[in-house]
């Protein structure tokens, strides 16, 4: 619409002004960036953590503010336990634990300064209650601080064995001086004869003799129903303990060893118990030498099927506690559950202790269809044959090689 009489005014245009900023009393302050203001304050507790955690480790390492420490010769002899994968800190923890140190930090300051530490074998220590850090260090380096080694071979059994004027110690004898230490200027020992006293009288169950193995020993004569359950290994006998500890612990670390071979299922597929697998496991052992192992298992399982006695000589030597490959001929006419010229099948226990190889080669017997077997080389290799007439032809060998 048109204003020709002017009776209408139109209103100028308005236009928007910058506004301009307060100033003085009534001016409102900027509104800070909150989360730039988080990251800040994070970034700080950071920095406060791990400058905390350098100080405190830089405090650790030197020494600042000093740390509890014994002085003196200390007071009594205690034995310390190193076990397997144990760090220095372990140690040095341990030690205070048994009144070794004050406190870990005086082992582990002393200990920085001898690598030896670092190289500190699994077992048993003589140490003393009280003493510094570093002599604490300098004892646990020490070997004639080490005590409570025990090793045992394969072969070896319960008893020892005399030939002339030499003894081979058995199992019970090198546990007995294993066990030996010299604790406040006495020596303590576990005996023999106690040794031998609950092997023969004590709970076969509360020992920790397997259950696939409890049946057959308890059967036995007391003296020989342990024999075979202690494998070829290095032990660690605690000095001090008493004879049923020891057997307990022993037993407990040789049957974690069986089972790591595969004990008892090992036996699944022979036909025979996991006892008797054993059983002839420790004949292969005494009779050949490793390399003929599954060959003399082929052996025993031949004659088991036939049936037809075994004839080992180490059978009827066992209870003789002769080493002889040979016997005597008077000693083969002698009746006895071990003589297996005058008894059909199986010995009642194993005859000595067995390795892995022996325990694997009775149970994997190779194939082949012998009959006999005669050491005919000076190294112990045997000869095998399937007809008596081959068998004497190996003897004759076995004689002109002097092989016995």
């Known amino acids: 619409m048109t204003d020709d009489l002017g009776l209408f005014e139109e209103e100028p245009e308005r236009r928007e002004r910058p506004r301009k900023p307060r100033t003085g009393a009534t001016a409102r302050p900027a509104k800070p960036d909150r989360r730039r203001l988080k990251l800040i304050v994070v970034g700080l507790v950071v920095l406060l953590i791990l400058g ?73 220590y ?124 022993l037993l407990a670390d040789s049957v974690a060893r069986l089972q790591s071979i595969g004990m008892p299922g090992l036996a699944d597929s022979t036909g025979f118990t996991p006892y008797q697998v054993l059983v002839m496991a420790s004949l292969v052992q005494r009779e050949a030498i490793k390399p003929d192992f599954a060959k003399v298992s082929r052996v025993t399982y031949n004659r088991l099927a036939l049936p037809m006695n075994l004839q080992y000589d180490s059978t009827v030597n066992y209870v003789l506690d002769r080493p002889d490959i040979r016997t005597r001929s008077e000693d083969r006419a002698k009746a006895g559950p071990y003589n297996t010229y005058a008894s059909p099948g199986l010995p009642p226990t194993p005859i000595a202790a067995v390795s892995r190889e022996a325990l694997e080669a009775a149970a994997k017997p190779a194939e082949g269809s012998w009959l006999y077997f005669v050491r005919c080389q000076k190294d112990g290799t045997s000869c095998f044959a399937d007809t008596l007439p081959e068998h004497n032809a190996n003897i004759k060998l076995a004689d002109e090689n002097d092989a016995y």
Not at 93 to 102: E, N, P
Not at 159 to 182: Q, R
């Open 126 to 249: 003589v140490m003393r209650t009280k003493i510094s850090g570093a002599d604490a260090v300098a004892r646990i380096v020490d070997p004639a601080s080490r005590v409570g080694n025990l090793q045992i071979r394969a072969g070896t059994q319960l008893d020892d064995i005399v030939n002339g004027e030499t003894t081979t110690p058995g199992v019970l004898s090198l546990i007995a001086k294993a066990s030996c230490a010299k604790l406040n200027g006495q020596d303590v020992c576990v005996s023999v004869e106690d040794l031998r006293q609950v092997a023969q009288t004590a709970d076969l169950a509360a020992l920790g003799v397997p259950d696939w193995a409890a049946v057959d020993a308890a059967r036995a004569e007391p003296k020989h129903r342990l024999e075979g359950l202690v494998m070829p290994d290095v032990y660690e006998v605690k000095p001090g303990t008493s004879a049923e500890e020891v057997w307990k612990k």
């Open 52 to 124: 905390g955690g350098a100080w405190y480790g830089y405090r650790f390492i030197s020494d600042i503010g000093g740390y509890d420490d014994f002085a003196g010769a200390g007071e009594t002899d205690v034995v310390v336990e190193v076990e397997g994968g144990d760090s220095t800190a372990n140690i040095a923890t341990r030690l205070k634990d048994t009144g070794v140190v004050a406190s870990s930090k005086a082992f582990l300051s002393a200990a920085a300064t001898d690598a030896r530490v670092r190289s500190v074998q699994p077992g048993y």
